[in-house]
Each structure stands twice: as structure tokens, then as C-alpha cells.
């Protein structure tokens, strides 16, 4: 299905601009997100979020599914799966209303309720509303990656595209292997749920305190 919307795509043409080489190219990319905030800030802010909440979920979901909610690997899979339904929920729901005010502010709402969401999700008392609170985080990444993405394509200049799109990318997930190691590392000093949502916990306290800054009100 994936290929048939591709097939249908009619992307822009782009000229190429000269090659000065990898390193001078990464160079410039990097000077060029450092002068805009709302790059450099969120580039490195979700570093850290992604460290602290996508980490602990990737080694601790299977235990807070087993100890927490007494279930087994077919929870965990229906609670992967309703995470997967909302983020195409969400994906859809993007491109339907593509919102075009203050998408800095709004982008990072997604974001903020996706943090609280995890927080509900790790510490629910009962199952169902675990997956309730699993299709809710899928719903706000699936909107909030589709707007962050577009964002790029429209408000980046052309012959920095690629290279903002590549820091993005291996800037965002730059510490996540040093989350992976905290996580299991700590795996035996709290339960999984306490861990997941504290991780969530600081991740939303650091995103809503990025949501007062005027810089980020001037992204529209």
C-alpha cells in the first residue's frame, strides 16, 4: 500500500547545488541549525526526551506488561497494536486539518500530551485503560511526527534540506543508546512502571517549560 501512494507522488524537482565535500556540507548544516532555536533546541531537546522515555519503554514494557498488568506477550502485542492504530489515526488526522498558526506551540502540545500519556499508560490501574492511554500516545506521535516533518519541508530553505533532515534524525536518537543502558541499569531499583513515568514525567516538565519561550510562539 506503502508503494502505491509512492508511485502517485509527484515530488518537487530540486536542483542540486555543487559538492564541497561530506564534512563541509555537515559543517554548514550544523551552523545553519545552530542560528534557528526552534531547530537546535528541539533537535537537542528530544535527544534527551527520547532518552528518557523511548529507552526505559524499549527495555522495560515487556516486564511493566508481565508484573504490573499480569499478562503476557499477547498484551504486549495488542498494546503495540493500539499504539499503532492511533498513530495512523493521528497521521490522517494531520492531513485533514494540517493546522497552519503557531504550529511550534501546537506541534509541541502533541508532544507534551504524548509525555502524559506514557505517565497513564505505565501506572494504570487496569489493562484497558493502559491501551486507551496507548492509542491516545499513538494519536499524538502519528500527528506530531507528521506537522514536525512538514514543518521541515516548508520552513527549511531548499539547499539545507537534507542536511537539517539528517541532523534532526541522528541528533534526535543521538542518546539512546546510553538510555538503553540507564534503563537496564536501573531496571532493579524501581518497578518498570515508576521508571517509565518518571522518565515521562521529566520529559513533559521539559517540553512545558520550552512552551513558554517567545521564539517558539513565533513559529507559525
Not at 536542483?15 to 541549525?33: D, H, L, N, W
Not at 534540506?161 to 534503563?183: E, N, Q, Y
Request: charged share 10%.
Amino acid at each position: 500500500m506503502s508503494a502505491a501512494f509512492l508511485s502517485l507522488a509527484r515530488p518537487r524537482e530540486i536542483v542540486a547545488e555543487e559538492k564541497v565535500g561530506a564534512f563541509r556540507e555537515i559543517a554548514a548544516g550544523v551552523r545553519y541549525v545552530a542560528g534557528v532555536p526552534w531547530l537546535w533546541v528541539t533537535i537537542t531537546l528530544f535527544a534527551v526526551i527520547l532518552m528518557l522515555q523511548l529507552a526505559p519503554q524499549q527495555v522495560l514494557m515487556p516486564e511493566l506488561v508481565r508484573e504490573h498488568f499480569d499478562r503476557g506477550i499477547g498484551a504486549y502485542g495488542l498494546l503495540t497494536t493500539a499504539f499503532g492504530a492511533g498513530t495512523v489515526v493521528g497521521t490522517l488526522a494531520f492531513g485533514q486539518f494540517t493546522p497552519r498558526r503557531r504550529r511550534g506551540v501546537v506541534n509541541y502540545t502533541f508532544w507534551l500530551v504524548n509525555s502524559l500519556a506514557i505517565v497513564l499508560m505505565a501506572l494504570a490501574p487496569w489493562f484497558g485503560l493502559a491501551l486507551g492511554a496507548g492509542a491516545v500516545r499513538g494519536f499524538c506521535v502519528g500527528f506530531g511526527v507528521a506537522m514536525w516533518e512538514t514543518m521541515l519541508q516548508e520552513l527549511v530553505p531548499e539547499n539545507m534540506l537534507a542536511r537539517v533532515v539528517s541532523l534532526d534524525f541522528f541528533g534526535s536518537f543521538g542518546l539512546m543508546p546510553v538510555g538503553l543502558a540507564f534503563a537496564a541499569a536501573v531496571a532493579g531499583l524501581a518497578s518498570a512502571g515508576t521508571i517509565i513515568a518518571g522518565g515521562a514525567l521529566v520529559s513533559a516538565a521539559m517540553i512545558a517549560v520550552t512552551m513558554t519561550r517567545p521564539w517558539l510562539r513565533q513559529v507559525e
